[in-house]
């Protein structure tokens, strides 16, 4: 078949069925009139979508940024604690019971405090999206540090090679893929909690994202203009996964190694 | 002044214990002697102890009683002095993110050897395997046969006196695994190091080895050691072929009685 074809195959049923569940939308608000502040038709949101798109596009490249700034703060953080934790019984006994708080903390419940802390504006959602996104990076960068295949490292060890070699040459390049697959994780984590983040952080900022023009457009009911903002939040979501899975794919190329599974 | 005389062996175990921390009983009184020049290999029921012996001549696991020297030294001195003994895995233990040649060098660049030093050294290990055309290719764009080749082309690039192969074309299909084994034994035949490999097959033993060890299991011991003296080569259907299985025929029997009463 031709990568255009694939291509087809792939995209082609998702789109039919996205298709379908529209025109069913449709017909129902049509059909059962339907308040539009409760269910806007598509063709509402679609008009609600055009008529704001400058203020949506904005936003959504603000979220954007938010949830990107995140995304880069955690793998860097992440791989950094990951390196500590691998090296060091000690920190890791220590340090990863709050690592797991991390994951099981309710963002929702210290974005405020985070306000209270850091203000409002971008550097609080920023801090968001790292929190929600940074145990996936943690976890997956210490399973491929650590997780090394045993004769390998009987290899390098009968060679006399120092920890220092251990980490550079197996320990490193090893955890590649299992760092890639931690990284699409986080990424969709990221752009959740730069929304979130968004609905506390984003009041009274100068600049306002996705998350603010949530709250905001639900507040005053004008529930097409609020569907338009979701729609540009679940694409931004997909957007992202989709990039860092290419560059993901592509770094995995580079070093030769097969996608983990989880 | 007659003991003098006798040449000091290799590998010179006297009634060896080996207890893993665990509390498994894996060796318990191997008594062993490898001349110069030997190859020999070594046979037992799975789980008796086999590659713990070897991994503990090789010195990656401490002993726990009785003697184990390497030409006069521990395994610990012996690896870190006479650098460059070599130890093959079961499987490639290749690096994927290297090229084949970056692999065979690794045993040098671990060592601190120098670039050029190590440049003419893998050029002429890959040709003994028959690995020249595959330099600058990719461990995953190689066959299996051809990945062993790269791993024993590692293994002999620091020109070692002491090989010490665990099952090591086990993974290969049989004439994959008899053409490695032909190879391995050209080159033996060659430069004489002294060769300790392990495997299942005891026709395998017999046709490669100068003398056959048998362990036996419960505890883990040496119960027989049959001297091959057969010429080269040894095709089953040569003149050679009834006293080949015949010694095969005494291993068997021999490793009825290494079999744990149960
Ligand atoms: N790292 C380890 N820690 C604890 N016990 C071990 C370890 N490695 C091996 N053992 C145990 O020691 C015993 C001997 O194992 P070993 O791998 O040396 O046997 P083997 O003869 O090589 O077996 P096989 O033919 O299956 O490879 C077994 O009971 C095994 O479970
Ligand atoms: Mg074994």
Redesign the pocket.
Known sequence: MSPLGRAAGVVGPPIALFAVVVLLWELLCVALELPPYLVPSPIAVARAGIEHADTIAWSTLLTAAGALAGLGASLVLGSLVALAFANSRWIARAFYPYAIFLQTVPVVAIAPLIVIWFGTGFASVALVALIVSLFPVISAATTGLTRVD?QLLDLFTFYGASRWQIMLKLRLPGSIPHVVSGARIASGLAVIGAIVGEFFAGYGADEYGLGYLIIVTSGQLRTDYLFAAILASTLLGLATFGAVSLIGAAVLRRWRSREIER | MLGSRRVRPLVLARDLHLR????????AGVDLEVTRGELVALV????????????AIAGL?PFTGGTLEIAGKSPLDARRERQGDAFVF?DPSLLPWRRVADNVGLPLELLGRPPAERAPAVAQALAQVGLADAARAYPDELSGGMKMRASLARALVTRPELLLL??PFGALDELGRRRLNDTLVALWERDRWTGLM?T?SLLEAVTLATRVIV?G?SP?RIVASLAIDLPRPRPLDGPEGPAILAHVAALERHLGSAEAPR
């Open positions: 045993p | 893993y921390p665990s509390g498994v009983v894996a060796l037992g029921p799975s789980g008796c102890g086999k590659s713990t012996l070897l991994r696991v079961q665990d099952e392990i299942h362990m299991e883990g």
